[in-house]
C-alpha cells in the first residue's frame, strides 16, 4: 500500500493525479500547483512532479480546461539566440508578420529565447508550466527535433513552420516551396543572359537546403544554361566567403551564383568586390529569403510571403484551438523572385 507503481497506467488506465502524486511521492495538491500554480513549487520538487508526469503520460492539461474557461490568446514562438539559429534570416520576419496578423486573429504572439543550438522542449515545458500561453508555433524544423513528439504525446496544441519532417501523418503546418523558388530565380537568370548558373548552398542533409538545390539543378536543365561548380558552407559569413571564394573564382564573365540565403548571398557579393568583378554584368547574384540584408546590398532574392505563412499558421493554431480535425494535407507556399541590379547584365547608367 502506497507503494510506486512498477509500470505506468495502459492507455485504458489514463493516469490520473493520484497515479503522479504516488510516483513522484508528493500530495495531490502537489501535483495539483504543479499544474496549475508552478511558482509556488521549488524548483526540485516540480522538476520531480514533471518526471512523474512524462513518465506516467498523465495530459495535465485536460484537468487545467476544466478549470480554466478563458485562454490566455498568447502562442509561444521561440527565437534562437546561439549557432545557426542565431544567423536565421526568415525568424525575424516571421515573427512581425505573425505579431501583424494575430490582430485580426484576435490574439497575441509571446516570443521566448533559447540557448541552445538547436531546438530543445525545455522552454516550451517551462512556457506550458507556468500557464502563458495557448499552443505554440514551431520553426526550424528537422530530423530528429525532439519537440513534434514531446509537443504531441502531452496534449499541447502546436503548429508548424516547415514540415515536420519525422511525422508525415502531422498536416497543421506550413513551409516554402524552396524548389519551385530557386527553379524561378534560374529561369530569371537564363533570361537576363546569363549562360552558367552556379550554387551556393548548405551541407548535405539540411532539408531546406537540399530542397533549394534540387529546384536550382533542375531547372538548369529546363532552361538550357550549364550548371556550374557547387559550394556549400554553414550559415556563417566567414565559412561562406571560404566557400563562394571556390565557386566564384571558377566562372568566367556572365555566369552567376544561386544561393541558398540571402547571407550566402552577401558572401558572394564581398568575394565578387575583392576579385573587382562588376556586380550584376560580370556575375549574376540572386539570395534566397527575402531578407532585409539583401536589400541594404541590393541583392536579387527569392522573397518568402510572410504575410500569406503568418496568416496560414493562425488559421491552423485557431483550428487547432476549436477542436476542428487536422487538414488532408500541410501547406505549401510559392516565393516570389525580388529583381535588383545584382542580377542583371546591364550596364549601370552612368552620371553625365
Same mark, same amino acid.
Given at each position: 500500500?502506497?507503494? %510506486?507503481?512498477e509500470?505506468?497506467p495502459?492507455?485504458?488506465?489514463?493516469?490520473?493525479?493520484?497515479d503522479?502524486?504516488? !510516483?513522484?511521492?508528493?500530495?495531490?495538491q502537489?501535483?495539483?500547483?504543479?499544474?496549475?500554480?508552478?511558482?509556488?513549487?521549488?524548483?526540485?520538487t516540480l522538476? !520531480?512532479?514533471?518526471?512523474?508526469?512524462d513518465?506516467?503520460?498523465y495530459?495535465?492539461?485536460?484537468?487545467?480546461?476544466?478549470?480554466?474557461?478563458q485562454?490566455?490568446?498568447?502562442?509561444?514562438f521561440e527565437?534562437?539566440t !546561439?549557432?545557426?539559429r542565431r544567423?536565421?534570416e526568415?525568424?525575424?520576419?516571421?515573427?512581425?508578420?505573425?505579431?501583424?496578423?494575430? %490582430?485580426e486573429?484576435?490574439? *497575441?504572439?509571446?516570443?521566448?529565447?533559447?540557448?541552445?543550438?538547436t531546438?530543445?522542449?525545455?522552454?516550451?515545458?517551462?512556457?506550458?508550466?507556468?500557464?502563458?500561453v495557448?499552443?505554440?508555433?514551431?520553426?526550424?524544423?528537422?530530423?530528429g527535433?525532439?519537440?513534434?513528439?514531446?509537443?504531441?504525446? *502531452?496534449?499541447?496544441?502546436?503548429?508548424?513552420?516547415?514540415?515536420?519532417?519525422?511525422?508525415?501523418?502531422?498536416?497543421? /503546418?506550413?513551409d516554402?516551396?524552396?524548389?519551385?523558388?530557386?527553379?524561378?530565380?534560374?529561369h530569371?537568370?537564363?533570361?537576363a543572359?546569363? *549562360?552558367?548558373v552556379?550554387?551556393?548552398? /548548405?551541407?548535405?542533409?539540411?532539408?531546406?537546403?537540399?530542397?533549394? &538545390?534540387?529546384?536550382?539543378?533542375?531547372?538548369?536543365?529546363?532552361?538550357?544554361?550549364? &550548371?556550374?561548380?557547387?559550394?556549400?558552407s !554553414?550559415?556563417?559569413?566567414?565559412?561562406?566567403?571560404?566557400?563562394?571564394?571556390?565557386?566564384v573564382?571558377?566562372?568566367?564573365?556572365g555566369?552567376?551564383?544561386?544561393?541558398?540565403?540571402d547571407?550566402?548571398?552577401?558572401?558572394?557579393?564581398?568575394?565578387?568586390?575583392?576579385?573587382r568583378?562588376?556586380i550584376g554584368?560580370?556575375?549574376?547574384?540572386?539570395?534566397?529569403?527575402?531578407?532585409?540584408?539583401?536589400?541594404? *546590398?541590393?541583392?536579387?532574392?527569392?522573397?518568402?510571403p510572410?504575410?500569406?505563412i503568418?496568416?496560414?499558421?493562425?488559421?491552423?493554431?485557431?483550428n487547432?484551438?476549436?477542436?476542428?480535425?487536422?487538414?488532408?494535407?500541410?501547406?505549401?507556399?510559392?516565393?516570389?523572385?525580388?529583381?535588383?541590379?545584382?542580377?542583371?547584365?546591364?550596364?549601370?547608367?552612368?552620371?553625365?
Amino acid at each position: 500500500m502506497g507503494q %510506486v507503481p512498477e509500470d505506468p497506467p495502459t492507455a485504458t488506465e489514463r493516469a490520473t493525479i493520484s497515479d503522479v502524486a504516488r !510516483r513522484a511521492r508528493v500530495s495531490r495538491q502537489t501535483v495539483s500547483n504543479a499544474v496549475h500554480n508552478p511558482q509556488r513549487l521549488s524548483l526540485e520538487t516540480l522538476d !520531480r512532479v514533471q518526471r512523474a508526469i512524462d513518465e506516467l503520460g498523465y495530459r495535465p492539461q485536460a484537468a487545467a480546461q476544466s478549470l480554466r474557461h478563458q485562454r490566455t490568446g498568447a502562442i509561444g514562438f521561440e527565437i534562437g539566440t !546561439r549557432g545557426p539559429r542565431r544567423a536565421n534570416e526568415t525568424l525575424s520576419p516571421v515573427l512581425s508578420s505573425l505579431a501583424i496578423a494575430a %490582430v485580426e486573429n484576435q490574439c *497575441h504572439i509571446v516570443p521566448f529565447g533559447s540557448n541552445t543550438p538547436t531546438p530543445m522542449i525545455d522552454g516550451y515545458r517551462a512556457m506550458w508550466r507556468s500557464r502563458l500561453v495557448d499552443a505554440f508555433i514551431i520553426a526550424d524544423t528537422h530530423h530528429g527535433d525532439p519537440r513534434p513528439e514531446w509537443l504531441t504525446r *502531452h496534449g499541447i496544441p502546436f503548429v508548424s513552420f516547415g514540415r515536420v519532417w519525422d511525422d508525415p501523418t502531422f498536416t497543421r /503546418w506550413v513551409d516554402v516551396d524552396g524548389a519551385a523558388g530557386t527553379a524561378e530565380a534560374v529561369h530569371h537568370l537564363a533570361g537576363a543572359g546569363y *549562360h552558367t548558373v552556379a550554387f551556393l548552398g /548548405w551541407p548535405e542533409g539540411s532539408v531546406t537546403g537540399d530542397d533549394r &538545390r534540387r529546384g536550382w539543378a533542375r531547372a538548369c536543365e529546363d532552361a538550357g544554361v550549364r &550548371r556550374g561548380p557547387e559550394g556549400s558552407s !554553414r550559415q556563417v559569413l566567414d565559412d561562406a566567403m571560404r566557400a563562394a571564394r571556390g565557386v566564384v573564382t571558377a566562372l568566367d564573365p556572365g555566369s552567376a551564383v544561386l544561393c541558398a540565403s540571402d547571407l550566402l548571398a552577401l558572401a558572394v557579393h564581398h568575394v565578387a568586390v575583392e576579385e573587382r568583378r562588376r556586380i550584376g554584368p560580370d556575375l549574376g547574384i540572386v539570395g534566397f529569403d527575402g531578407s532585409f540584408l539583401a536589400e541594404m *546590398h541590393h541583392l536579387s532574392t527569392v522573397e518568402q510571403p510572410f504575410a500569406l505563412i503568418a496568416d496560414k499558421l493562425l488559421h491552423l493554431v485557431r483550428n487547432a484551438l476549436g477542436g476542428e480535425s487536422p487538414p488532408v494535407e500541410g501547406r505549401l507556399v510559392i516565393p516570389s523572385l525580388i529583381d535588383r541590379s545584382s542580377s542583371s547584365r546591364l550596364e549601370p547608367p552612368t552620371l553625365s
